[in-house]
């Protein structure tokens, strides 16, 4: 089910906080906590790499590392994030560093 701002769960309206990895998204499908999981990680690569979370290529492209990885079954936060730095040929060392 995709993100939305809202959604209808037994009948009621029930707002969701609207996730940082959500515009990186296209509508792609995926399930609320793995949106949580995305988001988590998405956050943690952009402040490792120094990047303020917003729309510009460097961020979009973290997003996409991220998106990817979870469209292949990772689902640890911790996991996501390092293997996205890893994506750019960066450990969690060489981030800080920068």
């Known amino acids: 089910m995709p993100c939305l701002p809202c959604s209808i769960w037994a ?20 399930e609320p906590e793995t949106i949580e999981t995305m988001s988590a990680a998405f956050v943690a690569a952009c402040d490792a790499l120094h990047l303020k979370v917003g729309d510009d290529p460097a961020t979009r492209a973290v997003a996409e590392k991220v ?18 730095l890893k994506e ?11």
């Open 67 to 84: 998106i990817n990885l979870a469209q292949r079954g990772i689902r640890d936060p911790e996991g996501l994030r390092t293997m996205t």
């Open 88 to 98: 750019f040929d960066l450990s969690d060392e060489s981030a800080r560093d920068n």
């Open 11 to 30: 009948g009621k309206r029930v707002q969701r906080a609207r996730m940082p990895i959500t515009p990186y998204l296209a509508h792609q499908a995926f």
